[in-house]
T-cell receptor, first 117, second 107 residues
Framework: EVQLVESGGGLVQPGGSLRLSCAASGFTFSSNDMHWVRQATGEGLEWVSGIGTTGDIHYIDSVKGRFTISRENAKNSLYLQMNSLRAGDTAVYYCAKKVWGAGMDVWGQGTTVTVSS | DIQMTQSPSTLSASVGDRVTITCRASQSITNWLAWYQQKPGKAPKVLIFKASSLESGVPSRFSGSGSGTEFTLTISSLQPDDFATYYC?????????FGGGTKVEIK
């Protein structure tokens, strides 16, 4: 079964750090672009970051310099290191797989990040 | 950044209705557009990619059209399972961007 499972979310104070993980199974992880998408409560979807099969990396402006995306193909895992967290980063974070030329066809169940004092 | 504008933001419809949702890009994205359906508390599910290609397993009542800057998602005959929020997304260039969403409600 093709599956993505996120972990690592939680409650953190402003300025704190969290590391999200996404464990992939059921497909060739190394052959797919991977992305993080977030959604604040009651709000729409916001793409956060993506990493390609060749290691090319992209971020939304609001997280540049604070978040770092990485992948470990040997472990079929995607990560998002989040530093200097702000209240505005509070959201459910989804990891998603994307095939070139197509949409994000597999999503995890999401992990909740709450930034609050 | 490419801005994606969806309309309407909310749509009230009945089972059996034909429903159309529009998505406009702030600049041309050729046909690099996907549509997603999201239900409360669940992850999004891709319906359409490359503007008009139906994702495997998605019912044929869903269809997409358009190119350049104007796109539409059509549900030919609304079913009870289709009441949800729909998002368009461009993947022509980074940052990837989503439309604001269209909530399809029961009339």
């Amino acid at each position: 079964e093709v599956q993505l499972v996120e972990s690592g979310g939680g409650l953190v104070q402003p300025g704190g750090s969290l590391r999200l993980s996404c464990a992939a199974s059921g497909f060739t992880f190394s052959s797919n672009d991977m992305h993080w998408v977030r959604q604040a409560t009651g709000e729409g979807l916001e793409w956060v970051s993506g990493i390609g099969t060749t290691g090319d990396i992209h971020y939304i402006d609001s997280v540049k310099g604070r978040f770092t995306i990485s992948r470990e193909n040997a472990k079929n895992s995607l990560y998002l290191q989040m530093n200097s967290l702000r209240a505005g980063d509070t959201a459910v974070y989804y990891c998603a797989k994307k095939v070139w030329g197509a949409g994000m066809d597999v999503w995890g169940q999401g992990t909740t990040v709450t930034v609050s004092s | 950044d490419i801005q994606m504008t969806q309309s309407p933001s909310t749509l009230s419809a009945s089972v059996g209705d034909r429903v159309t949702i529009t998505c406009r890009a702030s600049q041309s994205i050729t046909n690099w557009l996907a549509w997603y359906q999201q239900k409360p508390g669940k992850a999004p599910k891709v319906l359409i990619f490359k503007a008009s290609s139906l994702e495997s397993g998605v019912p044929s009542r869903f269809s997409g059209s358009g190119s350049g800057t104007e796109f539409t998602l059509t549900i030919s005959s609304l079913q009870p399972d289709d009441f949800a929020t729909y998002y368009c997304q461009q993947y022509n260039s980074y940052p990837l961007t989503f439309g604001g969403g269209t909530k399809v409600e029961i009339k």
